[in-house]
């Protein structure tokens, strides 16, 4: 080992900072990052100002005035007199399902049109080319608008199924409805239901559905575990016992026998007055926005899948093919589960532009949380600049929560470099 | 110590954007036309005609105060506003005044504030539903799926009625009336509610208007006015007198037949005083002694508006009622010129 001495150590003088290339950079960061903070500065006290002298200073007490407004898809009890945060809150959820719902109906079908893009058949594929071309290329707006119009134009109303000679009907044996006010289906209750829970004193959970959800995954859990076991026996002897039937029964029986015990039931929708009563009321708000995202976002997913199946080498098929597996059990086993890896990141970004895009529910009328925070509340009140800072951070948590969801996925399945 | 200097600085401009928003009469001129927000398309009250000039109740309005600045009628821009964006699109300056079947209430002129400079058409909340639903009451309603418009005085009342009478319905928001027509023509909903006034307008489009019934039921007081920002007293009381002018002028028997005729001079003191023979109101409102001459010429006074646009020998066919002048058993009254 050699003993090295310091270099002398140098006196440090302010001007420095500027012609020493060791802090010249940095210096230049700390200077522009101050302009920076004073200019939001100067735009925050400027807004502040403005408002003042307008009569109308920052504050968020009209939250808690009641709301006064009625909204038609509640997910938790609500009703006008509740407060403008209620009303939010009801219309946060009415977002989630929406994009919840399209997340899930886009990813289904931009893999499969995917996947149908590249298939052998020149039908098939120019056909898929034509789809994703279509929807990529026209705002998504003008989709929702085309849903909603086919929608109340075309479907019957509901009067036109009453009287002797109905001139509409439901379908499969009276238990689907579909209006031009959205679609009916049957419900499912419970005539032994364990009634609700209230969360916070706020709203309630149903105990049933948290009675089926944990017989569910408690079986698929269970069923998991049996897979394991299997592995192991088969890692240890090279023979692997049967267990489907097991694993089929852990994963079916446990929630059928709480549907039993609750006394499970459908509840079909009926004609009664104006309307169809009982069933689960679809309405066609929720149908046009939900469609026309996912059918929206499919084409850009589809694209992605595309991509993720051509970034995996031609050579991959052709092992895949020399050891005998068929074409679809080629794409299911070896393809799909490597581009995967390339396809989820910027599927995580349609995810977060269908959420944000479902925010065009206005449109339509849906109260998603810009229609009742950002809409009617907004409105009412006055409270524009309060309205939309909530607005945007609630739409910031929300997709941070989605991105910080996936990739976490990602990093699960990621290949693990050696 | 600098810092100091430059937030004190800062707050100096913001407090000055802030008071550039008084003199809206300056602004007015200094453009060369007046902004007027009205709606996106109502029959009667406003609505662009076959060759996209706008016409109707509320438009009168925007044309008489235009009439009174320029002396031109048509020295107004005309902004489509929905029930939403319409309070949005007066608080930022984008429009000068709106005149648009807006209702007075408390919170609109004490929270939002807003001036309402006076009432021109004093309404209420009706439904109207196809005459084959065979209803006859809203008391009947219960369980029905009602079309109405958001941003509006009209979805509050709405919820009350429904709950003090409790019954249920299923609403459906709107932007705007027309596609609140659409919806309602198609059967989506069995329901529309909006002014009674407004309702006689839209069924007025209709191809079959006779196939619908407007309820009896009023369930509101809706009194429509113009109005303006909280904040520019001066420019509140040019509206809101040009308005009286166009009342007075009503009352007082001046019409835009008469009128060149009446300006030579009258024995009538409040008619010259109006007309700018007399005096010098035109002046203290800083505009030129002719103003309310052009203002009541533009359209014509508040009953020969009223009896053009929505009156009882148009479609609409709307009766004066409430809105006939006082001396006829209505409420329609305006202060003194003097
Ligand atoms: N007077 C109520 C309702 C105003 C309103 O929505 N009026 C409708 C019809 S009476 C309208 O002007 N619609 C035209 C449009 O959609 O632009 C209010 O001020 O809130």
Known sequence: ?418 | MKKTVFLGALAVTGLAAGAAAAGTLDDVKARGKLNCGVTTGLAGFAAPDANGVWEGFDVGVCRAVAAAIFGDPTAVEFIPTTGKTRFTALASGEVDMLARNTTWTFTRDVDLKFEFVGINYYDGQGFMVPKSLGVSSAKELDGATVCIQTGTTTELNLADFFRSNNMSYEPVPIETNAEAQQQFLAGACDVYTTDASGLAATRATFENPGDYVILPEIISKEPLGPLVRHGDNAWGDLVRWTLNALIAAEELGITSANIDELRKGTNNPEINRILGTEGNLGEMLGLSADWAYNAIKAGGNYGELFEKNIGENTPIGLQRGLNAQWKDGGLIYAPPFR
């Open chain 1, 1 to 418: 080992m050699t003993a090295l001495t310091d270099p002398p150590k140098e006196s440090f003088r302010l001007s420095m900072l500027i012609y020493d290339t060791r802090y010249r950079s940095m210096t230049i960061q700390v200077v522009a990052l101050m302009g920076f903070m004073l200019l939001f500065a100067w735009i925050i006290s400027n807004t502040l100002q403005n408002l003042s002298a307008l009569g109308k200073p920052v504050d968020f007490g009209f939250l808690f005035e009641p709301a006064g407004y009625d909204i038609n898809q509640r997910l938790i009890e609500y009703n006008s007199q509740d407060t403008h945060l209620r009303a939010a809150f009801v219309g946060l959820l009415n977002t989630l399902l929406v994009a919840a719902l399209g997340c899930a109906l886009a990813t289904i079908l931009g893999v499969i049109i995917g996947v149908l893009r590249l298939s052998h058949n020149w039908i098939v594929a120019r056909l898929m080319t034509v789809y994703i071309e279509a929807f990529r290329n026209v705002p998504v707006l003008l989709w929702i608008v085309l849903v909603m119009a086919i929608m109340i134009e075309t479907m019957p109303a509901p009067r036109e199924f009453r009287g002797e000679n109905p001139t509409a009907s439901m379908l499969f044996g009276d238990s689907v409805a579909i209006t031009n006010r959205g679609v009916y289906i049957p419900e499912p209750l419970f005539s032994r239901s364990l009634g609700d829970i209230s969360v916070f004193g706020a709203f309630d959970i149903s105990l049933d559905l948290i009675a089926f959800l944990v017989a569910l995954f408690g079986g698929i859990y269970a069923s998991k575990l049996v897979k394991r076991r299997a592995d192991r026996i088969q890692a240890a002897t090279g023979e692997r016992p049967t267990t489907w039937h097991i694993r089929l029964g852990l994963v079916v029986i446990p929630p059928v026998a709480v549907l039993i015990a609750l006394g499970f039931y459908l509840g079909y929708p009926e004609l009664k007055g104006f309307n169809f009563k009982g069933g689960i009321h679809m309405r066609n708000s929720l149908i046009a926005l939900w469609l026309a995202l996912s059918l929206y976002t499919a084409a850009f997913i589809a694209e992605a899948v595309r991509a993720g199946i051509l970034a995996i080498s031609k050579g991959q098929t052709e092992a895949a093919y020399a050891l005998g597996l068929s074409r679809s059990q080629t794409m299911n086993l070896v393809i799909l589960p490597q581009a995967a890896r390339v396809i989820i990141p910027p599927l995580i970004s349609q995810y977060l532009n269908l959420t944000k895009n479902s925010s065009l529910a206005i449109a339509v009328g849906y109260m998603d949380i810009t229609g009742t925070l950002g809409g009617i509340t907004m409105n009412q009140t006055g409270r524009e600049l309060e309205s939309i800072l909530l607005l945007m951070a609630i739409y910031l948590s929300i997709s941070l929560s989605i991105s910080a969801v996936m990739n976490w996925y990602n990093k699960r399945v990621k290949l693990v470099e050696r």
